[in-house]
């Protein structure tokens, strides 16, 4: 079964499988977000950060390769009465735009092995305008105990060191590396080895 088909069965199922509420961290971030400013949710899943995001006043751009996905948050954005820019295309692949956001956000995007990783982290950094924000949220090595989510190969998750090394030449990053209880549906769920990175251009 190919990748794409692995989480097109996940997103078959009844349900927003991540949830319809956003993600934690991302709605801890509301104060740094301005109406009218341009961002892209890079892989948003079934849409409940698009979503939340375009409720904040945000112009809106996600890209995801799952079609039932994009299905599900269309339906979503229809009912919270907001528009999303939502387009089908593998991030692998897909041609990162110059200088064309003000806000980049990147959650639980870890299903990429470390060389598609640094290309799609190389592409953020070439998409963000100058002085443009970047938000993330992935797991931390500890994960691998906890079990309660995410990738279970150790080079797919995130340390400190990884994020600083990927985005040393940023004017600002913050990193914040915890453990919490999520509850973002029913495959983030449970005790969690989190890491938030904020990082300005
Ligand atoms: C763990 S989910 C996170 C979804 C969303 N960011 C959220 O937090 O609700 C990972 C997402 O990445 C998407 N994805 C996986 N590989 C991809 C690829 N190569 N190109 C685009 N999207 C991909 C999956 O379809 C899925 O929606």
């Not at 892989?43 to 849409?47: K, L, S, V």
């Given at each position: 079964m190919s990748d794409l088909e692995r989480w097109e069965s996940r997103f078959s199922q009844e349900g927003y499988l991540f949830g319809t509420e956003p993600n934690a961290f991302l709605k801890a971030q509301a104060h740094r977000l301005r109406s009218g400013q341009d961002v892209l949710s890079v892989?948003?899943?079934?849409?409940r950060n698009g979503v939340w995001l375009a409720e904040q006043g945000l112009n809106v751009h996600t890209v995801e390769f799952s079609p039932t996905a994009l299905k599900k948050a269309k339906v979503l954005a229809k009912a919270r009465g907001v528009a999303v820019r939502a387009e089908r295309a593998d991030l692998y692949t897909w041609a990162w735009p110059a200088e064309a956001y003000d806000v980049i956000v990147v959650i639980f995007i870890q299903f990429a092995p470390p060389v598609e990783r640094q290309r799609m982290f190389e592409g953020m950094k070439r998409a963000l305008k100058p002085g443009g924000l970047l938000l993330m949220e992935g797991y931390g090595p500890k994960q691998l105990d906890y079990g309660t989510g995410g990738p279970n190969r150790l080079e797919w998750l995130y340390s400190r060191a990884l994020l600083e090394d990927a985005f040393g030449e940023f004017s600002s990053i913050e990193i914040d590396e915890y453990e919490a209880e999520l509850d973002e549906g029913a495959r983030h769920k449970g005790m969690s080895a989190l890491i938030d990175f904020v990082g300005r251009k």
């Open positions: 892989a948003d899943g079934d849409g």
